[in-house]
């Protein structure tokens, strides 16, 4: 059974940063890429980032390029998303996903809240 869990969020001022980790289980985590999601109040569920499952590609939505970065380390099943020079458009609920067997699984997220 794949499990999902995230960590690391929270309320942070603009400018700030967090780091979020996600905790992964009940599958072969280190042959699978690993995505980061996010959902604002009132909006779709918007990928954020993504990794390969050896680490050597990412990509990233646009609005974060240069912002946040997405890693991994396989030996921990984890995968972390760091997020710098946050913004108030950053409040979201941030997801962390794989696809395991055609299905797409979602941990329960993290609330990070960019305010003043």
């Known amino acids: 059974q794949v499990q999902l869990v995230e960590s690391g969020g929270g309320l942070v001022q603009p400018g700030g940063s967090l780091r979020l980790s996600c905790a992964a289980s009940?599958?072969?985590?280190?042959?699978?890429?690993m995505r980061w999601y996010r959902q604002a109040p009132g909006k779709e569920r918007d990928l954020v980032a993504f990794?390969?499952?050896?680490?050597?590609?990412?990509n990233y939505a646009d609005s974060v390029k240069g912002r946040f970065t997405i890693s991994r380390d396989n030996a921990k099943n984890t995968v972390y998303l760091q997020m710098n020079s946050l913004k108030p458009e950053d409040t979201a609920v941030y997801y962390c996903?794989?696809?395991?067997?055609?299905?797409?699984?979602w941990g329960q997220g993290t609330q990070v809240t960019v305010s003043s």
């Open positions: 009940g599958f072969a985590f280190s042959r699978f890429a």
């Open positions: 996903n794989t696809v395991f067997l055609g299905r797409n699984n």
């Open positions: 990794i390969a499952s050896n680490e050597d590609s990412t």
